[in-house]
Nanobody
Framework: QLQLVESGGGSVQAGGSLRLSCVAS????????MGWFRQTPGQERELVAA????????HYSDFAEGRFTVTRDNAKKTQYLQMNDLKPEDTAVYYC??????????????????WGQGTQVTVSS
């Protein structure tokens, strides 16, 4: 079992920045690839970014590329998402998730077994 708790969401104006954190407890954090997903009402949850257990591989969805950065600190059992140049269309609930690693970075939502409770990000124009 792995428990995930996100923090760092909030309200910001367009062009601003936020840094989300996700702290894990329970099993060995290093055995999991980590991901950030987001969801808006009536829409499916979508991948924002993912990071391999070692931190040596990352993936970004097109809308996040160049603006968002995913990192992790295995010693602190924490994943981060730095979001810069935020846009109103980034408004969503952001979720932290964990997938048991296979060595290849987990991308499909179905790979992720553990989820945080979500943190709201609101970007105003």
């Amino acid at each position: 079992q792995l428990q995930l708790v996100e923090s760092g969401g909030g309200s910001v104006q367009a062009g601003g920045s936020l840094r989300l954190s996700c702290v894990a407890s329970g099993e060995d954090f290093k055995m999991y690839d980590m991901g950030w997903f987001r969801q808006t009402p009536g829409q499916e949850r979508e991948l924002v970014a993912a990071i391999l257990w070692s931190g040596y591989d990352t993936h970004y969805s097109d809308f996040a590329e160049g603006r968002f950065t995913v990192t992790r600190d295995n010693a602190k059992k924490t994943q981060y998402l730095q979001m810069n140049d935020l846009k109103p269309e980034d408004t969503a609930v952001y979720y932290c998730a964990a997938a048991w690693t296979t060595g290849n970075l987990a991308l499909p939502l179905s790979r992720y077994s553990y989820w945080g409770q979500g943190t709201q990000v609101t970007v105003s124009s």
